[in-house]
């Protein structure tokens, strides 16, 4: 792969840069698997926070746009280092944007070429592809992004079982496969669940990784059908879709 793009991916973006608190990045564990722990010590996704501990929500903090912030918040939680496990009262309530994006904080701190990728993953819901976030990271061994899920603990996750939004886009434009199967929830799901994806997955590869809750420009709040969208859109959308698999960029590349 050619050094430039492995070298625009190891340099911190202003979501991924820990700011003032870089010095918790240090003397960390190298190498995937071993820096999910870390990420599991400081962070609890707010799924699980609803469901199993919803007094202890705390809603703002799923807002929190750049590591740097995410430091502050664990910092002001805990002080101890990022190798202790907090208690759940004491961990930071995000969601898998920020679980991708702490881990790809990790890994460029430490030389490492990563990236947030945002898709739809086939082991979080029986009904369907769920919404979802990886990081990925260059392996200098194997020549080839590798997939990881911190929030879950998967490592080097099978591209079948994690589906970019391009691929979902352009599949489903060529009639390969349907809308329906992609989506937010069981009750959420097409066109624009893909399309919102792929607008944040580009913007991601661009380092310019907003949260998830984020939105702008062709991303749509309601669910429409393709027929709804202007050709104009679409045909923007379609080169989207492209240019993710383009210049180095694509999960195999």
Not at 4 to 17: C, E, G, I, K, V
Request: contains cysteine; hydrophobic residues 40%; proline residues 5%.
């Amino acid at each position: 792969m050619p050094t430039q793009p492995l070298d625009f991916y190891r340099q911190h973006s202003a979501a991924t840069d820990p700011g003032k608190y870089s010095a918790l990045f240090s003397n960390l564990p190298s190498g995937l698997p071993d820096l999910h722990q870390i990420v599991q010590n400081v962070l609890i996704h707010v799924w699980k926070i609803r469901r199993f501990h919803p007094q202890l929500l705390r809603s703002h903090e799923i807002e929190a746009r750049r590591v740097e912030d995410m430091l502050a918040l664990i910092s002001g939680h805990d002080p101890q280092p990022l190798t202790v496990e907090r208690p759940i009262e004491k961990k930071l309530i995000v969601d898998c944007r920020h679980f991708a994006g702490f881990l790809s904080a990790l890994l460029r701190y430490q030389g490492i070429a990563a990236r947030s990728r945002t898709g739809f993953a086939s082991y979080l819901e029986e009904s369907h592809y769920q919404d979802h976030w990886v990081a990925q990271y260059w392996s200098t061994t194997d020549e080839r992004w590798i997939m990881e899920d911190a929030d879950l603990r998967m490592h080097d996750i099978p591209k079948d079982k994690f589906i970019v939004a391009g691929q979902a886009w352009q599949a489903c434009r060529m009639e390969q496969d349907v809308p329906t199967k992609y989506g937010y929830s069981p009750d959420w799901r097409g066109w624009y669940a893909i399309s919102n994806n792929l607008v944040h997955d580009l913007a991601s590869l661009n380092k310019a990784e907003e949260i998830s809750l984020g939105m702008w420009g062709l991303m749509r709040n309601e669910n429409i059908p393709l027929s709804a969208y202007s050709s104009a859109d679409v045909a923007l959308l379609d080169a989207a879709a492209i240019a993710n698999g383009q210049c180095g960029l694509c999960r195999d590349a």
